[in-house]
């Protein structure tokens, strides 16, 4: 019953295109549904590294399923060692790599053709501004701390998460080591965990 979640990596300076181009055809052909088509993480490919390092973004990187060119999933892995801090005894082999190999559709090859890139660039960076006010538009009782940990917009990350479930998700997490009369590892609050504790690797 769950939606599927799609992490996308842009080339430089085009995470704003493609996240309004996915916006697009999620409200036309996919007739705004977002159960299948999730973007809710988009990466420029010269920055894979995840910012947000905790247990809960952990396994948001080591479960993904990659769906198409395999060597920049390498190369997103490689950019985020980090999660074995977290997940130390992480035994799960590697995901079958993907068999497609990232291709430049005719499309995409005009475009690069016709419109210089210092153009589409300024128009990334026109984007980003206006999905920053839409974001503030659309959940005013959001404090600006909050809406830039759900909503980040930089020129080389674009996330949109309308809930938060890190707060409830490892709210849970406590409450299961706490019945195992473990004491969790961090204070779990809107801080996020920047580091993980010996307690935590153990388990």
Same mark, same amino acid.
């Given at each position: 019953?769950?939606?599927?979640?799609?992490?996308?990596?842009?080339?430089?300076?085009?995470?704003?295109?493609?996240?309004?181009?996915?916006?697009?055809?999620?409200?036309?052909?996919?007739?705004?549904?977002?159960?299948?088509?999730?973007?809710?993480?988009?990466?420029?490919?010269?920055?894979?590294?995840?910012?947000?390092?905790?247990?809960?973004?952990?396994?948001?990187?080591?479960?993904?399923?990659?769906?198409?060119?395999?060597?920049?999933?390498?190369?997103?892995?490689?950019?985020?060692?980090?999660?074995?801090?977290? *997940?130390?005894?992480?035994? $799960?082999?590697? @995901?079958? =790599?993907? +068999?497609?190999? !990232?291709?430049? #559709? %005719?499309?995409?090859?005009?475009?690069?053709?016709?419109?210089?890139?210092?153009?589409?660039?300024?128009?990334?960076?026109?984007?980003?501004?206006?999905?920053?006010?839409?974001?503030?538009?659309?959940?005013?009782?959001?404090?600006?701390?909050?809406?830039?940990?759900?909503?980040?917009?930089?020129?080389?990350?674009?996330?949109?998460?309308?809930?938060?479930?890190?707060?409830?998700?490892?709210?849970?997490?406590?409450?299961? *080591?706490?019945?195992?009369? $473990?004491?969790? @590892?961090? =204070?779990? +609050?809107?801080? !996020?965990?920047? #580091? %993980?504790?010996?307690?935590?690797?153990?388990?």
């Amino acid at each position: 019953k769950s939606d599927i979640d799609f992490v996308i990596a842009t080339a430089k300076n085009r995470v704003w295109i493609v996240r309004t181009l996915c916006t697009l055809l999620k409200k036309t052909i996919l007739f705004n549904r977002k159960k299948f088509f999730c973007y809710n993480h988009i990466v420029s490919e010269d920055r894979l590294e995840v910012v947000d390092r905790n247990l809960y973004t952990a396994m948001e990187v080591v479960t993904l399923v990659p769906m198409i060119n395999p060597a920049l999933y390498k190369k997103f892995l490689n950019a985020n060692t980090w999660t074995r801090a977290f *997940l130390p005894n992480l035994c $799960l082999s590697e @995901p079958a =790599e993907p +068999s497609v190999e !990232r291709g430049i #559709s %005719p499309a995409e090859r005009f475009i690069n053709a016709v419109v210089p890139s210092n153009t589409l660039d300024s128009v990334d960076r026109w984007l980003m501004m206006k999905w920053r006010r839409a974001w503030i538009r659309r959940y005013p009782g959001l404090s600006p701390a909050k809406r830039g940990q759900l909503f980040q917009s930089t020129p080389d990350v674009s996330t949109a998460y309308a809930g938060d479930f890190f707060q409830s998700i490892m709210g849970q997490y406590e409450l299961r *080591l706490r019945a195992c009369d $473990l004491v969790p @590892p961090v =204070e779990f +609050s809107d801080n !996020r965990i920047k #580091s %993980p504790t010996p307690s935590l690797s153990i388990l």
